[in-house]
């Protein structure tokens, strides 16, 4: 699989990243115990994904209340890897209700002790002595840039983690950030779909009266690529939504071009959704989640076709469900 340089790192990471939220069992209770069959499923979920050539597995700390870290780490016993032959990313800042004390509201924390200890649990549950990347889950309203400055410069200096990143942060907020830390920050994840491509939109909806533009995310696209950060696309499949056919309007359009494609290319659906993805020259780097060895090979077939700027543009506009001029 072709590789890419994750911002302005030294990484050179798979073009498709390896989503672990699905990993750890159905439930989402940190109290409930992980099971022998959780730690098989995600052993082979792994297995599949490094055949495939993907070798950045993507993670947080809220992610089946740390039972997804926990059943990665078991791929260590299974002498499935090296840890230096593979990129480890996990991200922090979400608390949810009761996580403080029982009837505390949820809330986002990025605070200089909660980035700390959300460090040091992290690298506890994964079995290993680094992360590579370190990700702001989402922005915080209360966010003190000196703490968050302190924090990354503690960790980068101990070796607990080599870079850092954000997730669902605006440009501005980046810049915030930015202009207190002592090294460029590599990638910003985002959710980017054919039915959630609002990054997309704005820039086409300039000045536009066909198509009048929400301007919420102030250009951070086109922001990302000018400062060299690795735009990471989360739930690029739009969280199976597509491929369950829930409901033939808004989608029907859309439905049908991605299966045209398909039976056009001779791959899954899943390969036409994460190629339109791939097919920006941002670079962009999807994550992928599913856990099924045969699903995850069809979504890897999208890194072995290049879509033509019209059928871009065809299926962007059916997951609009309008057309674009």
């Known amino acids: 699989m072709e590789k890419i340089k994750l911002g302005k790192s030294e990484l050179e990471v798979s073009r498709l990243a390896f989503g672990c939220m699905g990993l750890g069992g159905a439930s989402w209770n940190k109290e409930d115990l992980l099971t022998k069959e959780d730690e098989l499923v995600a052993i082979r979920a792994v297995e599949t994904a490094l055949e495939q050539g993907i070798n950045f597995f993507d993670h947080a ?18 002498n499935l890897v090296d840890r230096e032959s593979i990129y480890l990313q996990s991200k922090c800042g979400i608390r949810f209700a009761d996580d403080v004390f029982l009837g505390s509201a949820p809330h986002y924390d990025l605070s200089y002790d909660y980035i700390m200890k959300s460090v040091d649990d992290i690298l506890k549950r ?13 922005p915080d309203a209360l966010i003190e840039p000196e ?36 090294e460029p920050l590599v990638t910003n994840q985002l959710e980017l779909s054919l039915v959630q491509s609002n990054l997309i939109d704005e820039g086409l909806n300039v000045n536009s009266l066909v198509n009048p533009g929400d ?31 829930e409901g033939k309007e808004p989608y029907a359009q859309l439905i049908q071009t991605i299966e045209q494609y398909a039976r ?5 659906a899943e390969a036409i959704m994460i190629a339109w993805v791939l097919r920006h020259p941002a670079q962009i780097q999807p994550v992928v989640g599913t856990k099924t060895p045969d699903r995850l090979k069809a979504v890897c077939e999208a890194t072995q076709i290049t879509l033509t700027k019209e059928q871009w543009y065809r299926l962007y506009n059916s997951g609009l469900g309008k057309v674009l001029l």
């Open 61 to 78: 700390d809220i992610y089946k209340g740390g039972k997804s870290e926990q059943a990665f780490s078991s791929i260590w016993e299974a």
């Open 147 to 182: 703490e968050v400055a302190r924090a990354f410069r503690e960790l980068k200096e101990s070796q607990k983690v080599r870079y850092f990143g954000v997730s669902n942060h605006n440009a501005a907020q980046i810049e915030l950030l930015q202009s207190y830390l002592d």
């Open 215 to 245: 301007y919420r995310n102030h250009g951070t696209l086109e922001y990302c690529r000018l400062h060299q950060l690795t735009v990471q696309a989360w739930s690029p499949l739009a969280g199976g939504l597509l491929a369950k056919g």
């Open 126 to 138: 994964l079995k290993t002595d680094y992360l590579d990347t370190l990700l702001l889950h989402r």
């Open 264 to 268: 056009e290319y001779g791959v899954s």
